[in-house]
């Protein structure tokens, strides 16, 4: 066999092998929260903020306001995934209760420097993606000062993400590190999500934790 021919073979192996190309994105195990978001606390100025704003749309809307808010349940995933093995355990598709669940992530990320994404996934009771959502961070880590700078909202704060929000989880996420447990001082605490219909206000909530250190969390 002529070179040529064998170096056109070999290509032709290459390319239709399994093994010819790197996925893209690495493989996702599947996992669940192992507690709902039932008993996670919101703070009540907050859910006066929502419930408002949920008037203010019907009001919008030329609809009356009505005596009782329904309520209906939205469904969250959370992604993480990694570049490269160290920070996480294995990239994970952590599955929720509906209307949210509570992550340990104790069972996901190492005590290993390194970097990972996180990312949202949130449908509608239908399965559809949630266009309008609108987002709050409750946050539930201590302010710390690491280096020159400070990390961490502090205790029991909240505030209004979702511009922020949407822009980070439309693209590839939230970029997390885990030195210093810096990625607590970002996400410990409870996401609320939320959006309006003329039916009813869609909530969900999840919240992230690590049992491991108490020290970097709000009591």
Known sequence: MSIDRWVSVGLVL???SPWAFAEAEPQLADRSSRTSSRDVKIPQ??????????????????IDKKTVIKRSLLNVSVELRQERP???FESVRVLTPTGGGVIDLAEFVTPVRGAFQLKFKIND????????LQTHYVSRAKQRKLVKDAYGVGCSRYLDISNYFQKKNSGSGF???TADHRYLSVIAGTFVFFSYSEESLSIASVTFTDSRYPEVLCE
Do not use: E, M
């Open 175 to 177: 970029t997390l590190y």
């Open 86 to 88: 160290a920070a996480l």
């Open 125 to 132: 009771s239908q399965g559809n993606p949630v266009a309008d």
């Open 45 to 62: 100025a907050l859910v006066k903020i929502i419930d408002d704003r949920y008037v203010a749309y019907l009001k919008a809307k030329n």
């Open 14 to 16: 290459l390319i239709f």
